[in-house]
């Protein structure tokens, strides 16, 4: 079946532009994660939705970054007023939740961001 | 101490070698236990999950996992040059409000032909 899917691939902004980065989970996945992940480091867990409630954005780096979700479908992450240390692939992940065995993440392809 | 800890590396094996990734965690609580792999400039990609005390093998892989101890490790037998990768551990611990998979930083490991 169809995995993850993100959008765009890969985006060059300008400093200061706000960007939205898209994520497709998996169908009737119902827990979405983001994470970021900078050149040559592990992954930094930014938000997560359970349905399309966010029990942990613990990992939001500031207030120019917020998410949304729409059901148990696509979500949306907005960087506003994007800074070059936003530079990073971005990446989405889907789990089921809730049974045993389920807790397992697939992750899509990524976003590259470069701001200029 | 961190949460989830893996040797960074680079660990380096013969092709054909057994290649022994370890891999300690913090919580005791922990129950769920992933391997991924992740080729240099791609998204990671599930390896293996374990969730009972012992040994699992998928294959070449083999994950052990040792509670008591709070370590798991992932053993590839065989190695080739197309398994060199960073590998991340992760491990659904106890956070504030519930549960959470954490993600160790990764080892590399590079299979010399």
């Known amino acids: 079946g169809a995995g993850v899917s993100q959008s765009p691939s890969n985006k060059v902004t300008e400093k200061g532009k706000d960007v939205e980065l898209r994520c497709d989970p998996i169908?009737?996945?119902?827990?979405l994660y983001w994470y970021r992940q900078r050149l040559g480091q592990g992954l930094e867990f930014l938000i997560y939705?359970?349905?399309?409630?966010?029990?942990?954005k613990s990992g939001l780096p500031s207030d120019r970054f917020s998410a949304e979700r729409t059901g148990e479908s696509v979500s949306t992450l907005t960087i506003q007023r994007t800074q070059q240390e936003d530079s990073a692939v971005y990446l989405c992940?889907?789990?089921?939740?809730?049974?045993?065995?389920?807790?397992?993440?697939?992750f899509g392809p990524g976003t590259r961001l470069t701001v200029t | 101490q961190k949460e989830v800890e893996q040797n960074s590396g680079p660990l380096s094996v013969p092709e054909g070698a057994i290649a022994s990734l370890n891999c300690t965690y913090s919580?005791?609580?922990?129950?769920?236990f992933f391997w991924y792999r992740q080729y240099s400039g791609k998204s990671p990609e599930l390896i293996m999950s374990?969730?009972?005390?012992g040994d699992k093998e998928d294959g070449r892989f083999t994950a052990q996992l040792n509670k008591a101890s709070q370590y798991v490790s992932l053993l590839i037998r065989d190695s080739q040059p197309s398994d060199s990768a960073t590998y991340l551990c992760?491990?659904?611990?106890?956070?504030?409000?519930?549960?959470?998979?954490?993600f160790g930083a990764g080892t590399r490991l590079f299979v010399k032909a």
């Open positions: 992940a889907s789990s089921l939740l809730g049974t045993s065995g389920s807790y397992e993440q697939y």
């Open positions: 169908s009737g996945h119902t827990a």
């Open positions: 939705f359970q349905g399309n409630s966010a029990p942990d």
């Open positions: 919580d005791r609580v922990s129950q769920s």
């Open positions: 374990i969730y009972s005390n």
């Open positions: 992760a491990v659904r611990a106890r956070n504030t409000g519930g549960f959470k998979t954490i």
